[in-house]
């Protein structure tokens, strides 16, 4: 099983960019799936997540920027961010799975002001 993050980099301020999140070893329609983000000093939290059957969920500091979805043909899950904003700043991680689960190894998106 393996995840794998890209897309992460460095913008400006209002800027996008989207974050993908390949996976092999596993179907990414079978579980729930999710973006994490963990800035220096502070805990891993939730920003998005989206279930089996299609249905997505937001972080409010998120919610009206990002968008969570996937392809299962390709077995990739996306995070397209828009409107960035400097707090935005972390390494961003995608999961399979909720009590049991599997990581990616993240991808650094930084955000300029």
């Known amino acids: 099983v393996q995840l794998v993050e890209s897309g992460g980099g460095l913008v400006q301020a209002g800027g996008s960019l989207r974050l993908s999140c390949a996976a092999s070893?596993?179907?990414?329609?079978?579980?729930?799936m999710g973006w994490f983000r963990q800035a220096p000093g502070k805990q891993r939290e939730l920003v998005a997540s989206?279930?089996?059957?299609?249905?997505?969920n937001y972080t409010d500091s998120a919610k009206g920027r990002f968008t969570i979805s996937r392809d299962n043909a390709k077995n990739t899950l996306y995070l397209q961010m828009s409107n960035l904003k400097p707090e935005d700043t972390a390494v961003y991680y995608c999961?399979?799975?909720?009590?049991?689960?599997?990581w990616g190894q993240g991808t650094q998106v930084t955000v300029s002001s």
């Open positions: 070893g596993l179907p990414i329609g079978s579980a729930v």
């Open positions: 999961r399979w799975g909720n009590t049991v689960g599997y």
């Open positions: 989206i279930t089996v059957a299609g249905s997505t």
